[in-house]
Structures are given as C-alpha cells and as structure tokens.
C-alpha cells in the first residue's frame, strides 16, 4: 500500500494522527520527564556536593545531626527521587534503542524497573531513618 493511498484512506486530520505520540502513544510525556529531571538534577546535584564536602571529616554523630535537618533531608530525598527517575528514563531508552531481541528488552527493562525502584527505596530508607532518628 502506498503513502498516498494510505493518506487517502485515513480520515483523521495531519494534527490529530500527530498526537498519538507515536507507537507508544508517550513519546512526548517520557522526552519532557527526561529533560524535567535533567534540569532539576543540576541544582539538587550542586547541593548534594556541597552536603557531601560538608560531611568529610566530621564523626558520626555529627554527620546525623547534618543529615537529620528536615531541609537537608528534604533536599536529599528529592534528589535521590529525580536522580532515580531520571536514571530509570535513560536506561529505558537505551534499552529500547539497542536492544533488539524482544526477550532481552523485556528483560532488561525489567530489570531496569527493579534496580531503580531498590536504589530509591534503599536510599530513602536510610535518609528517612537518618530523619527521624529510628
């Protein structure tokens, strides 16, 4: 079937065929969340080297008290929150642009979910534990 036949016979106008988004009808919500995440990842990376250069050579004690601030804290989590999500994006691409066995992708994907999902629950529990004292 050719293009032009294929034009013919489809009713919907250029716009609305545009905003399926494509085969996954997300195309254009994952492109935003990967630049969204990008950006607020610089200044939550910025602090969290400026935490990080804080904490180095202070005692554990110390290191608490600094951790446990509920604005510290809260910069923390959001960090590791946008880090994760956008590590989870990124590799999803990667996945889905290199991979072209179906078991594998799927695999991987999988795999992907899970790695970030355990390295955003890991790291909220221990600043979450650091938070409250528990």
Known sequence: MSTTQNNSQDMRTPTRRVRHLGAAHSGTRHFWHQRLTAVAAVPLTLIFIVVAMTLIGRNHAATVQIL???????????????????????????????????????????????????????CAFALLKLSFGV
Request: negative net charge; contains cysteine.
């Open 68 to 122: 446990g601030s509920p604005l510290v804290a809260i910069v923390m989590m959001l960090f590791v929150l946008t880090t994760v999500y956008h590590m989870w994006l990124g590799m999803q691409v990667i996945v889905e642009d290199y991979i072209h066995h179906e078991f594998g992708k799927v695999a991987l994907i999988m795999g992907n979910t899970f790695f970030c999902i355990a390295v955003g629950v890991a």
